[in-house]
Each structure stands twice: as structure tokens, then as C-alpha cells.
């Protein structure tokens, strides 16, 4: 049996309008799929963050989820082990931390990884647009499959195991989700 305390993870989260020339892209010439390229391309030589663009609806499924269920756990398998993540909510912003930090939570703890989510181009290019900053400890390529999960996790079927790990943490097998997230 797990019991999850919910506890503040706190960082600073970038506005999209300090990343991009908003005025320039909202232009109604710029389409939804340069729109996505230029995010990639914007992305693509930082390797301490990722970028990513989804479906208007996904992004709004992901935070209207989170709203209620502000807290998940992502495993993190090496050929030495595993460590685990513990995700947190605060509106559009994830934050992810180990397991070990969140539990002797110290006021300069930083997260291992932040994840933000921007609406705000979803309704004039039909684009959600989603930045992780990978702040330590991570790879490239474990940001992005913690990434992928995370915004699998929230806007799919398997939306109920986050459920259950919040509000039914005796339901939550945390030993199965262990074994099957490898």
C-alpha cells in the first residue's frame, strides 16, 4: 500500500511569448504545420529541453485531468536499476523530482524535469505546444519517454491507474505498474 502526501514542488515555468514571437506565428498566414515546425526547429538544438506540439483536445484533456489528480509516478529503468519520479500539477505546469527528494522535501530541491503546456495557440492554429527542461539527472531519451508517458497516461484509457494513485492508493499496485513499465 502506497500513500501519496501531496507536498509543493515549486520552480519558475517560461511564458510562451519569452520563447516565441507570438504576434509573428498567431499571424492567420502561418499554418498549424509551420506552427509545429518552427516549435521542433526551435527545439531541436537545446539539448536540455524537448518540444513537442499535440492536439488541441489532448491538451485540454491532459490539464482538465490534472486538475483533480495532480500527481502520478514514472519509473526510470537502468541496466543498475531504477529510480522513480513523482509528477506534480500546479495548472499547466508538471514537475517532476525523485522519489527520494520529494519525500525529504527541502526548500532548495530542484526538479529533475519541468513540463509545461501552452494553450495558447490552440484555438487560432489548432496547435497544443509542450516544452519539458530537463534540469538534471535525466537523458535525452528518458526525458522523452518520461514525457511521452506523461502525456499518455493523462489524456488516455490509462488515465485510471492516475486516478486510482490518487485517490484509491490502496487499489494502486505499485509493483505491477513497476513490472509493466519497463
Known sequence: M?????????????????LLKLPLIDRSNVTPDETRRIWAE????????????????????????SENNPMFMFPVHRTSGFFSLVSQFQKNVCMLTTLEQFQHRRPDTVPMMTVTFYDELCATKAVGLVRADIVSVLTVKEAETI???LMYFYSSAEFNLVRDFNHRPREFDLNKYIRDSR
Open 42 to 65: 526551435y527545439h531541436s538544438s537545446k539539448p536540455e529541453c524537448l518540444g513537442k506540439s499535440i492536439e488541441p483536445w489532448r491538451l485540454e484533456k491532459i490539464i482538465k485531468n
Open 147 to 149: 514525457l511521452d508517458r
Open 2 to 18: 502506497m500513500k501519496v502526501q501531496r507536498r509543493s514542488i515549486v520552480t519558475a515555468a517560461r511564458k510562451l511569448a519569452d
